[in-house]
């Protein structure tokens, strides 16, 4: 078997951004530590996906055999990119935090993934996750300093968000301070390159 991992970066500076940086590190080290492997590597600035709207949510719940031309391409859209977390071992995903909060174009890719009956299901004893057997590694990049703080919407956003179409196997990598002086940046990035190569060795 092939292994696989998919590869998301949100930065709003693509591959010049901080944490698409630290997921290209990651990536090369996950392949060369797993040989023959491939990564599927998808840059949300680049190549965003279209932010949810009433058409779009319209079109995911209509019925298959009623669905317009239209609507069937927003669903093989999302179809592509669900086929494509299912088909990985491993996901990483860059994490900029943004006014307190996660990048607009993750929130567009996660509004997308998320699909009662595919990803999820709703059942007698209340959600149940649909994508399972994934080990997910969340790089996330800040500014100024807030893991362990309540200013830390990103963390348990996230979690929750994976929780809910059943990714529960997940690894935070910090590198926060990034703004708050040369010498708390480079700390922090060379503390973030240690664990990566811990976690990929």
Known sequence: MVRSSSENDTSLFSVNGQSSQL????AAAWQASHPGSRVVERDLAANPVPHLDGARFMAFLAKPEERSAEQ??????SDALIAELRAADAVVIGLPMYNFGIPSQLKAYFDHIARAGVTFRYTANGPEGLITGKKVYMLATRGGVYAGTPQDSQTAYVRDFLGFIGITDLEFIYAEGLNMG???????????HQSLAALTA
């Open 72 to 77: 069937q391409a927003v669903v093989d859209f």
């Open 182 to 192: 040369d010498e708390s940046k480079n700390a922090a990035l060379a503390q973030a």
């Open 23 to 26: 997921t290209e590190r990651f």
